[in-house]
């Protein structure tokens, strides 16, 4: 089992920026790439950003590219989202999720097996 709990959250304009953490505990965290997701009210969840067990592979959606960069910590158990430029539209509840195929950092949800209890991200406008 792995255990995540994200941070970071909160209320900023549009244009500011946030980070989001996302600890982990239980399993060995450099066991597992590390996945980004977000879910707007009445939507899907959708793919944010990805990063392998090294932190030397990353994988974004087109929609966050150039603004949002994830990376991670290993000796500290944590992953980070680095959002900049916010926009109205990237208001969601992020959630971070634990994939047990450490080497390549996917978009797919299903490859994911752990999953934190999200931190609301609201933009205004």
């Known amino acids: 089992q792995v255990q995540l709990v994200e941070s970071g959250g909160g209320l900023v304009q549009a244009g500011g920026s946030l980070r989001l953490s996302c600890a982990a505990s239980?399993?060995?965290?450099?066991?597992?790439?590390m996945g980004w997701f977000r879910q707007a009210r009445g939507k899907e969840r959708e793919f944010v950003a990805a990063?392998?067990?090294?932190?030397?592979?990353?994988n974004y959606a087109e929609s966050v590219k150039g603004r949002f960069t994830i990376s991670r910590d290993n000796a500290k158990n944590t992953v980070y989202l680095q959002m900049n430029n916010l926009k109205p539209e990237d208001t969601a509840v992020y959630y971070c999720?634990?994939?047990?195929?450490?080497?390549?950092?996917?978009?797919?949800?299903?490859?994911?097996?752990?999953w934190g209890q999200g931190t609301q991200v609201t933009v205004s406008s």
């Open positions: 999720a634990a994939d047990r195929r450490p080497g390549t950092p996917v978009q797919a949800i299903v490859q994911y097996e752990y």
């Open positions: 239980g399993r060995t965290f450099s066991n597992y790439a």
């Open positions: 990063i392998n067990w090294r932190g030397d592979s990353t």
